[in-house]
Protein backbone atom coordinates (compact mmCIF):
# COMPACT_ATOMS: atom_id res chain seq x y z
CA UNK A 1 0.00 0.00 0.00
CA UNK A 2 0.70 3.23 -1.18
CA UNK A 3 0.09 5.05 2.21
CA UNK A 4 2.10 2.72 4.08
CA UNK A 5 5.11 3.37 2.06
CA UNK A 6 4.76 6.95 2.79
CA UNK A 7 4.21 6.36 6.71
CA UNK A 8 7.65 4.56 6.84
CA UNK A 9 9.77 7.33 4.71
CA UNK A 10 8.15 9.71 7.21
CA UNK A 11 9.80 7.88 10.32
CA UNK A 12 13.06 6.92 8.44
CA UNK A 13 13.32 11.17 8.65
CA UNK A 14 11.75 11.42 12.00
CA UNK A 15 14.10 8.70 13.32
CA UNK A 16 16.75 11.13 12.53
CA UNK A 17 15.76 14.11 14.23
CA UNK A 18 18.38 14.92 16.64
CA UNK A 19 18.56 14.71 20.30
CA UNK A 20 17.30 18.10 21.67
CA UNK A 21 16.09 19.53 18.15
CA UNK A 22 12.47 19.36 15.90
CA UNK A 23 11.68 19.72 12.92
CA UNK A 24 7.95 20.41 11.56
CA UNK A 25 5.41 18.08 9.42
CA UNK A 26 5.74 20.07 6.46
CA UNK A 27 9.54 19.92 6.46
CA UNK A 28 9.28 16.12 6.50
CA UNK A 29 7.08 16.53 3.62
CA UNK A 30 9.32 18.62 1.60
CA UNK A 31 12.38 15.95 2.21
CA UNK A 32 10.37 13.89 0.60
CA UNK A 33 9.55 15.55 -2.34
CA UNK A 34 5.80 16.14 -1.60
CA UNK A 35 5.75 19.15 -0.15
CA UNK A 36 1.56 19.88 0.11
CA UNK A 37 1.25 16.15 1.91
CA UNK A 38 2.29 18.06 5.66
CA UNK A 39 -0.96 16.92 7.02
CA UNK A 40 -0.31 13.40 5.48
CA UNK A 41 2.87 13.74 7.98
CA UNK A 42 1.20 14.47 10.78
CA UNK A 43 -1.26 11.55 10.34
CA UNK A 44 1.97 9.24 9.87
CA UNK A 45 2.92 10.43 13.19
CA UNK A 46 -0.47 9.91 14.85
CA UNK A 47 -0.30 6.64 13.47
CA UNK A 48 3.27 5.48 15.02
CA UNK A 49 2.04 5.20 19.13
CA UNK A 50 3.52 2.34 19.79
CA UNK A 51 6.95 2.64 17.94
CA UNK A 52 9.34 3.44 20.67
CA UNK A 53 11.47 4.28 18.00
CA UNK A 54 10.54 7.23 16.31
CA UNK A 55 10.64 9.87 18.45
CA UNK A 56 7.06 11.67 17.25
CA UNK A 57 7.29 14.50 20.17
CA UNK A 58 10.33 16.22 18.02
CA UNK A 59 7.96 17.20 15.34
CA UNK A 60 5.61 20.52 15.72
CA UNK A 61 4.04 22.74 12.93
CA UNK A 62 5.82 25.30 11.36
CA UNK A 63 5.56 27.67 14.21
CA UNK A 64 6.52 25.70 16.61
CA UNK A 65 3.19 24.74 18.24
CA UNK A 66 2.93 20.89 19.99
CA UNK A 67 -0.02 20.83 17.45
CA UNK A 68 0.25 16.44 18.21
CA UNK A 69 0.22 16.93 21.90
CA UNK A 70 -2.99 15.58 22.65
CA UNK A 71 -1.61 12.43 20.87
CA UNK A 72 0.25 11.49 23.97
CA UNK A 73 -0.83 10.02 26.88
CA UNK A 74 -0.62 12.18 30.11
CA UNK A 75 -2.01 16.02 29.13
CA UNK A 76 2.14 17.14 28.89
CA UNK A 77 3.87 14.02 27.85
CA UNK A 78 5.17 16.03 24.54
CA UNK A 79 6.40 19.09 26.42
CA UNK A 80 7.87 17.16 29.11
CA UNK A 81 9.48 14.95 26.45
CA UNK A 82 10.98 18.13 24.97
CA UNK A 83 12.08 19.44 28.01
CA UNK A 84 13.93 16.91 29.04
CA UNK A 85 16.17 17.29 25.57
CA UNK A 86 16.54 21.11 26.81
CA UNK A 87 13.88 22.26 24.31
CA UNK A 88 12.15 24.75 26.70
CA UNK A 89 7.59 25.26 25.72
CA UNK A 90 5.55 27.83 26.95
CA UNK A 91 1.82 27.31 26.08
CA UNK A 92 2.53 24.68 23.74
CA UNK A 93 5.24 26.58 22.01
CA UNK A 94 8.70 26.22 21.53
CA UNK A 95 11.14 28.87 22.90
CA UNK A 96 13.76 30.17 20.59
CA UNK A 97 12.07 27.52 17.54
CA UNK A 98 14.68 28.60 15.23
CA UNK A 99 17.43 27.53 17.20
CA UNK A 100 16.29 24.28 17.97
CA UNK A 101 14.70 23.56 14.61
CA UNK A 102 16.70 20.38 12.37
CA UNK A 103 15.99 20.58 8.37
CA UNK A 104 15.72 17.18 6.96
CA UNK A 105 17.90 16.36 3.71
CA UNK A 106 16.10 16.12 0.70
CA UNK A 107 14.78 11.80 0.28
CA UNK A 108 15.94 10.87 -3.24
Not at 35 to 57: E, F, I, L
Amino acid sequence: MAEENFFERVYAIARQIPYGKVTSYGAIAKALGTARSARMVGWAMNACHNMDDVPAHRVVNRKGLLTGKHHFDGTNLMQQLLENEGIKVVNNQIVDFDKHFWQPEIQL
